[in-house]
């Protein structure tokens, strides 16, 4: 194995195969035009035979203007409208027999530019195919579809229509789409496999309690809380706001008020609804502060916490809750894999 070396543009040899390494703004562009100068002026070589290949049309365009005024700048020298200004343009003017020769050969380059070999990796190989398409025994009229995106867009839009219409249950959709099934998902899942052909997008490991179990526990929790916070929520509350035990940069008075509202308005709800669960999604980190453990963690020192059975039914009522995202979740994954699939096999049947 040949060990790695700092890489010097002036000097790297223009034969062989050459493996170049570098990071985010260490100068990778002005390295290949230095070295497509050489090429041009040391090699002898036209622009019809240098082959560049970038990754965006972006970046092409940009190396084109790059390569072509960093051909101009050679020139300048070569004619001694100024001197060399760094060491490739140095180590070339030091080793031209010819300067007269060397400008002939920027001239041409610079007069076919229009020709120059920078491509996209997908425009290279739609000009591979186009230049070889009677010995590779394929159609000449190939052409290259500019609408790729736009193409996994629909089929991202209508997986997504067809996922909303069987979701029929407010309930469970509200729940799917807050553990992840979204249109942008599925957008991202798509590209992510388009990008990475091989990368599967895996079920979670399984919960440990279906949807339909995880719901009619949530629902259980939630009739037990609303049992006990319509006879004791005033008792909680005051007792609350007068524990001389509870740290009050943690239970503010007007915190306490804020949580207690919501526990009303949760406990006013007649059903495990969409308005239930949303309550639910907005509240349940604040109303961990209410548990047991959370309660005996933020008291003062010689204290006891406040204890309550209304403080242990909050706790059961967001166990179960967490209980029910890891169901959706784990629901989303799969009809985020099994949508991907069929999106990808509708793509490529395209």
Request: net charge negative.
């Amino acid at each position: 194995m040949i060990a790695p070396r700092v890489l010097d543009a002036a000097t790297l040899p223009l034969q062989g195969r050459h493996l170049i390494e570098a990071s985010a703004g260490t100068g990778k562009t002005h390295t290949l035009t230095d070295l497509y100068l050489r090429l041009v002026v040391e090699a002898g070589r036209a622009v019809e035979q240098i082959l560049v290949v970038t990754f965006t049309k972006a970046a092409t365009a940009e190396m084109k203007a790059r390569i072509r005024h960093r051909l101009l700048q050679a020139r300048a020298v070569f004619t001694r409208a100024r001197p060399p200004a760094d060491a490739v343009e140095r180590a070339l003017w030091d080793g031209a027999a010819d300067p007269a020769q060397c400008v002939r050969q920027l001239d041409a380059a610079l007069m076919g530019f229009d020709r120059a070999a920078v491509f996209t990796l997908h425009g290279f190989c739609l000009s591979a195919l186009g230049d070889h398409a009677f010995s590779a025994g394929l159609p000449t009229h190939l052409a290259l579809s500019v609408e790729e995106d736009e193409a996994v867009a629909t089929v991202a839009r209508d997986l997504w229509r067809r996922l909303e219409g069987a979701l029929d249950d407010p309930c469970r959709a509200f729940g799917l789409r807050r553990a992840g099934l979204t249109p942008k998902q599925l957008l991202e899942d798509l590209g992510l496999r388009q990008r990475h052909p091989l990368a599967q997008l895996n079920p979670l490991a399984m919960s440990p309690q279906s949807e339909a179990v995880a719901w009619a526990e949530l629902e259980a929790a939630l009739q037990a809380f609303r049992a006990q916070w319509r006879d004791a929520g005033g008792v909680v509350r005051q007792l609350l706001l007068d524990s001389p035990a509870l740290n009050r940069q943690t239970y503010k008075p007007e915190k306490i008020t804020c949580w207690c509202d919501a526990l009303d308005r949760l406990a006013d709800m007649p059903a495990l609804e969409l308005d239930a669960l949303q309550l639910l999604d907005e509240q349940a980190e604040d109303w961990t502060v209410l548990t047991p453990i959370r309660l005996a963690g933020r008291i003062k020192k010689g204290h006891t916490a406040p204890a309550h059975p209304l403080f242990e039914a909050i706790a059961e009522l967001l166990d179960a809750w967490e209980r029910m995202g890891e169901a959706w979740r784990a629901a989303a994954r799969i009809q985020r894999r099994d949508a991907l699939e069929e999106a990808v096999v509708r793509l490529q049947a395209d």
